[in-house]
């Protein structure tokens, strides 16, 4: 909030105005129970290089993956970020998530946000993308509510292997939507397909599958969905960008709906947020898309221009007609991706992606080696991996930790079946020399 100083006579000519005797006669309707007397217990005010030196004292405490090699990933990664980035997108042309709804005066933010669509749609292989959502979770949730919409059917399969927060999210929303959600099992770290046909039938809107997945496994989304068309439900396949320079496009390969969360490209991890949710889909099912959308046109002199367009949503239609009701987008944060795609290029992206692929694969291979792990899954892989240990995750990553090292995740967290199961994360910033000192370490050596 704005600091905003007023003097004494200015605070009175204000109450004089409105016919207030004082600031206290504008809480004059707060019980007495309810008002606060005396100070707040509040240390006293510090000196403004006293306060700066007990932030960063407290700032200290922090584990940060700047100063120490990071192989934790669960839907959060450390990919390498261009400064740049940073400084283009702090213009403060940019600065804002807000929506541009004078775009005589905000066509550089427009265009911005079309060439962001375009990228999606490029790497998702779909024909029409949204000007972001909030973040991953939210973005399956609203492509399962759209599925509904579409199909005028109510009940959902998703699989175990999604993100556990993208399935809470899901959970959340279809409870006050009337919608089921069924979970689907896994089975040697993709979707038991068993598990699917079974649940398969004509009351089925949508299948939602992620690759890679949670465990960071790839799943044969061209047989999914040809199930999920089987019973006349949309197939929606939830993905990471980066990892799409170097995988088929789910559009291609039979994909109705393409979310997932943007953070690996162009986002820092922000302490798990904020981030944003990407959302690519067909033009058949483009007017039941939440959000909105910039379209490119030709202004009366024949000049391009850019323009917000297809937005159903409650702020522009009737309430109960509105698909969604999002509203402000994460926009800044997907004006850094698109900041980041064109920097790096369809090359720069594919390496970066190779490399994580690539050094994840040696990582898993060395923890094998050493006798102390062994393989969850056998399938292939990107850029995370999921290994057994005798020895509890917790006290793998304490150990790590004393060494400057942030380890991977427990998987029992949230898989109780998944006792000991260690989700390890391997991006292309991890060096050979981190990875070996990772095995080590972990090993126990």
């Known amino acids: ?204 809107a949508a299948v939602i599958v992620q690759s890679p997945n949670f465990f960071g496994s790839l799943e044969d989304l061209k047989a999914l969905a040809d199930e999920a068309h089987g019973v006349k439900a949309l197939f929606i396949a939830v993905s990471d960008l980066l990892a799409l320079s170097v995988l088929e496009a789910p559009g291609r390969l039979g994909a109705d709906v393409v979310v997932g969360d943007g953070q690996s490209v162009g986002n820092a991890m922000n302490f798990g947020g904020p981030h944003f949710g990407f959302f690519a889909t067909t033009q058949k099912l483009m007017r ?52 980041h795609l064109s920097l790096m290029g369809l090359s720069g992206m594919k390496e970066a992606a190779n490399q994580s692929l690539l050094k994840a694969a040696y990582g898993k291979e060395r923890l094998i080696e050493t006798g102390s792990f062994r393989s969850a899954f056998d399938g292939p892989f990107f850029r995370e991996f999921v290994v057994f240990s005798d020895e509890a995750p917790r006290s793998i990553n304490e150990r790590l930790l004393s060494e400057g090292m942030i380890g991977g995740y427990d998987l029992s967290n949230d898989y109780p079946e998944l006792e000991n199961a260690w989700l390890v994360a391997v991006t292309e910033k991890r060096t050979k020399d981190e990875i070996d000192r990772f095995v080590s370490v972990a090993r126990g050596e």
Do not use: W
């Not at 000049?303 to 698909?323: D, F, G, N, P």
């Open 288 to 339: 039941k898309m939440p959000g909105r959308i910039v379209g490119e046109t030709l202004d009366r002199n024949g000049k391009k221009c850019y323009v917000l367009t297809l937005q159903a949503r409650e702020q522009h239609i009737r309430r109960e007609k509105a698909s969604s009701n999002i509203c402000s987008n994460h926009s800044l944060n997907a004006l850094a991706s698109a900041v």
């Open 1 to 204: 909030m704005r600091y905003i100083p007023n003097t004494d006579d200015q605070r009175s000519e204000m109450l004089r105005t409105i016919g207030a005797g004082s600031v206290d006669d504008l809480f004059s309707d707060l019980p007495a129970s309810a008002v606060l007397e005396g100070k707040l217990d509040l240390p006293e005010p510090m000196s403004e290089m006293g306060l700066m030196k007990h932030l960063n004292e407290l700032a200290g405490r922090n584990v940060d993956a700047c100063s120490q090699a990071c192989f934790l990933g669960a839907g959060v990664y450390d990919h390498f970020l261009p400064l740049v980035v940073d400084h283009l997108i702090s213009r403060q042309e940019f600065t804002t998530s807000y929506t541009p709804y004078q775009p005589e005066i905000s066509q550089g933010t427009l265009q911005a946000i079309f060439e962001y669509q375009s990228m999606v749609c490029s790497l998702t292989g779909m024909e029409v993308a949204n000007a972001s959502m909030y973040d991953g979770a939210t973005s399956i949730a609203e492509a399962a509510f759209m599925a509904c919409a579409s199909t005028k059917r109510n009940v959902v399969l998703v699989a175990r292997s999604v993100h556990p927060h993208g399935r809470a999210v899901l959970e959340t929303y279809a409870s006050l939507k009337g919608v089921t959600v069924k979970e689907i099992g896994y089975s040697d770290g993709t979707l038991d397909m068993g598990d699917l046909k079974g649940n398969l039938s004509d009351e089925v």
